[in-house]
């Protein structure tokens, strides 16, 4: 839920993690204080009806604390202590660096990729694509792709894994066939938004520096208002 209200209300008062509050809000502080009664207001008319008709996601909703003690704490622990004679403690701690690592790479997609990078999608968000997120996150830190095409399962628009791992993840699933109806944004409704919206960084975009770049269409040439025309 928190992540469809998140999308839909991004960085205002119903947003759990909003940016606009600062880094350190968005990072970690919006888990240690009250919710914003906007946010409460927004989780009554969210639409969850589908995710509850999920067995998978369900099963997972249901059984959350013990699935996460398993694989997050227990299982971590366990197999370097079994295989390679590693202490309980040394193998505890280790886990325990690797969650909190894990978080924080998360969380800065919430506030990292919120307030540095490009936007060359749509500048008037605060999401933006941010490298330095993408390799902590793998993947998932092409944030403004992400909120102006949520829809797209890549999250990116990338040609390859280089910097999204989580797509590659994805894929193999979809080549065994456990993940199923993915959708992709075309390139031209991509390259479309990016030269109607975009702060003009898409590498395929179609810049324009001036009245007499070729780029400027016809019809934004005549929704112009020339002041004071000079004949030619």
Partial sequence: MDHRIHHKYTDTNSDPHNAKRGFFFSHVGWLVVRRHPDY?????????SDLKKDSIVMFQKTFYVP??????????TIVPVYFWNETYVNSFFTTMLRYIFTLNMTWLVNSAAHIWGKRPYDASIN???????????LGEGWHNYHHVFPWDYKAAELGNYR?????????FFSF???????KVVSNDMVLKRAKRTGDGSHPN??????????????EDRKLTTVINKKDD
């Fill in 67 to 76: 699935l996460l003690l398993l694989f997050c704490f227990i299982i971590p």
């Fill in 40 to 48: 409460y207001d927004k989780c009554s008319k969210i639409d969850m």
């Fill in 163 to 171: 910097a999204n791992l989580t797509t590659a993840f994805i894929d």
């Fill in 205 to 218: 975009g179609d810049g324009i520096w001036g009245w007499d770049d070729s780029n400027i269409s016809i």
């Fill in 176 to 182: 065994i066939g456990w993940a199923y109806d993915m």
């Fill in 127 to 137: 999401p933006s694509e941010n490298l330095s997120v993408s390799l902590g996150a």
